[in-house]
């Protein structure tokens, strides 16, 4: 029998000193349960000196030398009972390997519970802790194409908000959230906590996807659920302590190229020309000789921005101690993280503060255990995270907003003293779009900082008591939870002085140049502050049952009662003070007849005190089967090659009680909402009453009616596959009207809000995973996924359009909405013959040439229709295998992601905001001898909202598909430790060139994703 294994405890473990009265030499033959078959990959070591180690080889035979004759071995495999030996002077030992009824690989983390793999008919994916590990400190980014069903995208890489946005089986709603719920050792969290997770700290990690599944959770999981359960401590002889260090080196994946100062001058001067040659160039042949020579950076300047102020690589670092032990009546688990992490920006010299971004998390873990009595254990759990982050006074995304308004060749950043100003002299330039200047990027950056102190708190309790002794099988569990997270943020700033070369001169071959201020500052720092947090108190008791009565038919069942008490730490409006509460109960029978067939019957019964009373509860039932073939007594001789062969499908509603408002049902009125002024002279005024709001009588909760197939199958022991097909339809999706006629007044954001919307999402995934042990010394593992859902769009209460086309029903979720582009226009003979294109006048060849869908002769609002795929993808899909050979192991993973859309907007030239020139514009423009260009005709002064050439179309829509070479590791054990160097996002192919399609649509000129190399160490004692 072959699985996948860890060699973790073959490591080197410190030791202590014991008596040795005798050493022998241990030759082990062993075998699975049958007694005859050799069991290959069993880890065998010394109890009381771990790097007295072994693996079976292919025969099942193991040797070990040199070890104390009154000495006991352990015998370990995942999926396998662990096995204490004693040796009582024996030179030959046999040993049979036993299947755990509780091993980790056996059981699957369910709803409110636990199950056996074998007996799981839902669509659950689980994967290990250490799977999730990346170079950076954010969990979810270990997401995309290692879980089957799990669509994950990661928009920037900025530390402390680099996480993934993901989704379960893609998306299935227009409205309210598509998150997924998050527990945490049972306690809901956010995705912030979730990727605050130290993979060391996870023991288990389970997907919930389909009906079966999720219809515990009712009106909360039609989005899916993601449970962890995190490590406890074992009844050991001495703790173990496990240490990870790690140094990572950062640097982006793909930087926009902006052209240099020549190309921008030169192309905005034919912006102007070719529109009108007699018209007067923006730049002169005299500035673009200065810049083209590097004649002065202050006159001619050629500000590179990206260089200026981006470091091209930084650092982060990375430690984690983590101790396991624990005696016969009390075990723990406590583990501690320190993730700091640097950003890019670089700091001015002048300044006694530091601008650039370092945020520093600290992750604490306790769990304990406590045995009460023989059948009572209590436990308690502490989630602590601590979070300092520091940074520029201003986002990153205006400081890349800034840049791109300030072309390199208008004015210098910074200027040098000339008159011993006691402050620094920021660059700018009269003109500009920012109070008759230019916004001066650096000037935003370094101008002040920000700090952020975040802490967040979950502890849990809870008793689990055996109730055998009312009958056999029968437990009860309660517990009860705090969650608590408060933010603090205090910004610093001061008003940056700008100035402006106002002449210049040439003496003596030396360039001279005065200047004068363009806006006054001040050195004084002002300070703003603002705090915010949130709390959640959980109760919940349950009941279980598991039985299996003449050894055939196994029985279970379990009863839940779940409360919740949300509630905003400094609440900024009336509602905000109402605490958000849900209350409920969930059932879970199942039934297994000889671990062949199966059946499992699930309900959630719950509400929220969100909607009317009489609409608050519902009830979300499920049911799913299953057969696992290869247990009939006819498969018997096909066992040895299809150890598993298993058929499940499921049924059922769940919900989704999120709503765009609190309390939608009710009618919202401003009475001093509105002035009136009356009288024969129009002399008196009053206030009066408005509708502000309109309520939606009888709102309720999303429902969502899931089904699902799926096939489990494992030949040789050693290739395991499962897929599922899926589909759901998700009715009554909470909406905003679309068709009131403008005549009743009621329009805009007063239209009212009803159950009107209707979404269908299907697809399939697959999970495909190969283990192998070769010989004593080798170790194979071959691991792929993919998934595909597609959504389509079925009512969304659209208005009766003209034409068919115009309408998004039978269209997938977050597609854009364009025009159809047939190319460039190649002549003004060509415009001429052509429907008017109503968007901008005078039009000439070079501008983009729209297909006029209704043909009435004209381009206009009317011809657009949904084009394009999804922004979310709807495939993605991983590859990886590792390899380990005695001491060294070797480890990669490809992830990608096809079937998407991005589209490059707002990254046009020559706008009034005096937009900078990206490259691929200026090296492709169309111009006469070059009609085939990726770029229309250049326009000056070009309005990014409304001109034709701007305007959503295929003509810039790209494939956003990608595949890139995620992670690779080689790492190496040398006794107690391992040391490993690794990579992330290190490669990546894809049909889009100017930036990094991960990061979407835009004009690319954000955070950037990174490239990171670790170098690391581990230990264990």
Known sequence: MLAVFSLANVSAVATTPYLQSKNINVTLKVVESDGETPFVGAVIFLQSNHQKSTVSDVNGVAKLTGVPADGTLVVEFLGMETQNIAINERTQITIVMKEAAQAIEDVVVVGFGKQKKASVVGAVSTVKGEELRVTNATLSNAFAGRIAGVIAVQRGG?????????????????????????????????????NALAPEVIEGFSILKDASATALYGARGANGVILVTTRNGKDMEKARINIRFQNTFTQPTQVVKIADGVDYMNARNYAILNRNPNATPYFSEQQIEGVKNNLNPYIFPNTDWQSYLFEDWTTTQALNMNVTGGGKRTDYFISATLNNEFGMFKKDPNNKFDNNIQNMRLSLQANVGVLLTPTTKANVRINSNILEYNGSQTSSAYIYQCMFEAPGVMFAPVLPSQKNEDHILFGSKNGGPVSGRFRNPYAEMVSGYSNNSQSTVISSFDIDQNLKFITEGLSAKGMVSFKNWSTTSVTRRFTPYYYGVTDWRVENGEYLYNYGVINKGSNALSTSTSNGGDRLTTLQFSLDYNRTFAEKHNVSAMLVYLQRDYNTNAPGTFYATLPTRNQGVAARVTYGYDNRYLLELNAGYNGSENFAEGSRFGLFPSFSVGYNIANEAYFESLRSVVNQLKLRGSYGLVGNSSTASRFPYLTLVNLNGAGYTFGDQWQTSQTGAIVTTYGAAGARWERGVKANIGLDLTLFNSLSLSVDVFNEERNDIFMQRNIIPAESGITGSLKPYANLGRVKNEGIEASLEYNKAIGSDWLVSVRGNFTFAKNELLDRDEPMYKWDYQSSIGQP????????????????????????????????????????LNEDGKIDDNDRTTIGYPTVPQIVYGLGASLQYKKLSFSLFFQGVARTSLNMNSFHPFTPDQNTLLDFVAQDYWREDNPNAAYPRLVDNINQSTHNNVRTSTFWMRDGSFIRLKSVELGYNVGKFRVFVSGQNLLTWAPFKHWDPELGGGRGLSYPNLRTATIGIQATF
């Open 158 to 194: 900025e530390p402390g908000a680099d996480g993934a946005s993901f989704w379960i089986r893609g998306i299935s709603t227009f409205s309210g959230s598509t998150s997924p719920l998050i527990y945490i050792d049972g306690v809901e969290v956010s995705s912030g906590d979730l």
């Open 813 to 852: 979720l977050n597609c854009y909405y364009g025009l159809i582009a047939e190319g460039l226009f190649q002549s003004d003979e060509e415009v001429k013959n052509s429907p008017n294109q109503t968007y901008t006048p005078n039009l000439r060849a070079g501008d983009v040439k729209y297909k006029d």
